[in-house]
């Protein structure tokens, strides 16, 4: 099966291993994984920030960059809801609406992928530790993913996988929100971490690396001993 990766900005700015260890656990599933170096971001943070004008030009060169794809993976469900929900609303009434219709039924976030698509849970990884899994706001209620991320960490050997209370509250981060409401945004990223430690894990896994990122820092802060992984580092054990 061919895929072709989209690799956010924050991903490639600031965690690009998240995306060679992606195409680490594709390829070992049979997939031939593509990657063309000229895309750019999916439109969202000037879109967020009101911008229409600017995301939609920056919307357009992503159609048309995956327009040829058969499948487009990103290891982020934020990026992947704004695609799937918010494209048909900046290209209302355009010359593109039915090809953003037709992309948004192409692009999927990796853990959905792997389960809905592949039709793979087990990838033969390991990781001898305890862990609780973070429900990302885009995830949960952009991608509505929810089972499959735990279908596939239920067969990571030597991982014991337990829920943290509230794991649907959001982590505080929600892009500017957590710098335009700083006090809100840490005692939300403080209240996910502290309910993290009450299961005695020593890793918070998820499938967005903003939110990873939001609670890492909180988490060195506070010098915790808690670590985050993105599901694909897990994955492709490769989580040092």
Known sequence: MNVQ???PCFVDQLY????FNMKQVFEKAGCTVGYNPNQTCCGQPAFNAGFWDEAKSVST???KDFKDSAYIVAPSASCVG???NYYTKLFDNSSLHNEVKEIGKRIFEFSEFMVQVLKVEDVGATLNAKATYHDSCAGLRECHIKTEPRKLLAHVKGLELIEMNDVETCCGFGGTFAVKYEPISIAMGEQKVENALAT???YIISTDLSCLMHLQGYINQKG?????LHLADVLSGNTN
Not at 224 to 228: D, E, N, P
């Open 61 to 63: 060169k992503f159609i």
């Open 82 to 84: 704004f695609v799937r």
């Open 16 to 19: 690009p291993q998240t995306g």
């Open 5 to 7: 990766l989209f690799i």
């Open 200 to 202: 005695g894990a020593d």
């Open 224 to 228: 915790y001993k808690l670590k985050t």
